[in-house]
């Protein structure tokens, strides 16, 4: 005859069966769903400094502003197994200090959108498998503005005149006169079960910089 205790060890471990069963469930049922939605951005304004980095060796370097719109409808996005959203818009630029003439091959191992290469270089962008890479298309990445936005928020955004939460700082001089600065609103979907896909909207935007700084009054 069963005891109290083997009784309630079956019972932990049913369930535990089922809730297993109802995860995997859950994330099967969402994990081949297209999570991209159209993004439109939209700038306004661009201003541009040179200004002492007090973060590195106290050289001057290009400081940009940009004051930016950005209409996204992300309700398609959500659905049972999505707790929330990371959003982040980030900007891509090439520059002359960070071209490289050879062309590496390499096994590359994607972990949460980073590439970590054999060959020790890192590149942003979102499984093993094996990459030819022409280093003169390489790009800086900065991310400039995030936002969460969590199951039940409004999934609407219509946001006007927003400004970077990050400083754009270029080591160096790359942003004056960049003529292909672009703009790309991203996101993180965080599941209640399964993996963390990083998606990218299928809308960006390439805007160019000035070719002068814009000069700071002293009164």
């Known amino acids: 005859m069963n005891t109290v205790l083997s009784r309630a060890n079956s019972l932990f471990a049913f369930s535990l069966s089922v809730m297993a069963a109802l995860t995997f469930g859950c994330f099967i049922t969402t994990a081949f769903k297209d999570r991209s939605v159209p993004v439109r951005l939209h700038v306004s304004r661009i201003m541009l400094k040179n200004v002492e980095d007090f973060t590195g060796p106290r050289e001057r370097s290009d400081l940009g502003f940009i004051t930016f719109d950005i209409t996204a409808d992300l309700e398609n996005i959500f659905d049972w197994n999505v707790k929330q959203l990371f959003l982040y818009l980030s900007a891509e630029y090439s520059t002359k200090n960070n071209v490289r003439k050879d062309v590496a091959e390499c096994w590359v191992y994607e972990e949460m959108g980073v590439r970590h290469c054999c060959s020790g270089v890192t590149l942003f962008r979102p499984k093993f498998s094996f990459h030819s890479f022409d280093w003169r298309k390489a790009l800086n990445q ?18 006007k005149d927003m400004k970077t939460k990050y400083f754009f700082f270029d080591d160096g001089n790359g942003l004056k006169g960049n003529r292909n600065v672009t703009l790309t609103l991203s996101w993180n979907v965080v599941p209640n079960a399964g993996i963390l896909p990083l ?16 000069i700071t009054k002293s009164y």
């Open 142 to 159: 900065v991310v400039l503005w995030d936002k969460i936005v969590l199951r039940g928020d409004n999934p609407k955004l219509l946001l």
């Open 199 to 214: 998606v990218t909207g299928s809308g960006h935007v390439s805007v160019p910089f000035p070719d002068t700084y814009e």
